[in-house]
């Protein structure tokens, strides 16, 4: 009988303790956004994202009350001696939100930590081939997603990225769609979509249009899509996440279908931004 009283105990007060800290949370963020957008990161958005002026005044609003909330949350830290200044934050903050908006969203709660290097970084890697042999590989990265809460990525790049906003190629958008894409715990190029019956046609509007890559990379044929994105579901889904935000008409012309899973899934719609 103790022991029972002891557990139910414990359980209401686990209870009150999570209702609490998502009550603050959320009161947090409100006063978060409610203060003002500092005149500096207006002038970085300026300088840095040619992008923010493109948007419909209330995305950019809605844009800026994230980027708030963003960089209140996320840690950043520099590496290879590089200093994490707000130009860093505030451009990385911003693309990575341009994911989030209009959507019901808890701004990537596994992410905890946004490593940054001056430049592409060496990542050593094993893997096994068919024959089962161990192979070492060294890769030259531009970023990665880490499922335990990082994202890791190279400022030039960065800046490369958002100085172009119709070249269909953006490391920040390509691995923060990865971060939206591990949030089930999966990373397979299907994330979370609002309603059950939503996956039988997001998967199969992606498989066709994966396949179609992985064809075309073979034959080396030129596709709207970066070649990379034959690797795997999880990178087409990042690669497309790029080409639906760089270059909306091309791929809504070339992949009607494609384009309306995404426009559905970011509940945005690019065309009518450019
Ligand atoms: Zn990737």
Redesign the pocket.
Same mark, same amino acid.
């Given at each position: 009988m103790l022991a029972s009283l002891t557990i139910l105990i414990f359980g209401l007060s686990a209870i009150a303790w999570l209702a609490s800290s998502r009550w603050r949370k959320n009161l947090r963020r409100k006063q978060v956004m409610a203060s003002p957008f500092p005149k500096t990161w207006r002038a970085i958005l300026k300088r840095r994202l040619p992008f923010f002026h493109a948007l419909p005044a209330d995305l950019q609003l809605q844009l800026k009350r994230h980027i708030q909330v963003f960089l209140d949350e996320k840690h950043f830290v520099g590496c290879d001696g590089l200093l994490i200044t707000d130009e860093i934050r505030v451009t990385i903050a911003a693309q990575a939100c341009l994911l989030l908006l209009n959507r019901k969203t808890d701004f990537y709660p596994k992410l905890r930590q946004i490593l940054v290097y001056p430049d592409a970084f060496i990542v050593d890697s094993q893997r096994q081939d068919p024959s089962g042999l161990i192979r070492e590989q060294r890769n030259v990265l531009a970023g990665e997603s880490w499922e335990q809460g990082q994202v890791i990525l190279s400022w030039k790049n960065t800046l490369e990225g958002a100085a172009n906003p119709h070249d269909g190629n953006n490391v920040v958008i $390509?691995e923060f769609a $990865?971060q939206l894409d591990q949030e089930d715990g999966h990373a397979n190029g299907a994330p979370i979509l609002a309603r059950g019956q939503d996956y039988l046609s997001w998967s199969s509007v992606f498989n066709q249009a994966f396949n179609e890559l992985v064809e075309d990379t073979a034959v080396g044929k030129p596709a709207l899509f970066n070649g990379y994105g034959a690797t795997n579901p999880a990178?087409f889904f990042?690669v497309a996440t790029e080409v639906f935000f760089e270059k909306p008409a091309e791929l809504n012309q070339e992949h009607p279908a494609l384009y309306r899973e995404l426009s559905h899934f970011y509940q945005v719609d690019p065309l009518n931004w450019h």
């Open positions: $390509h $990865h990178e990042a």
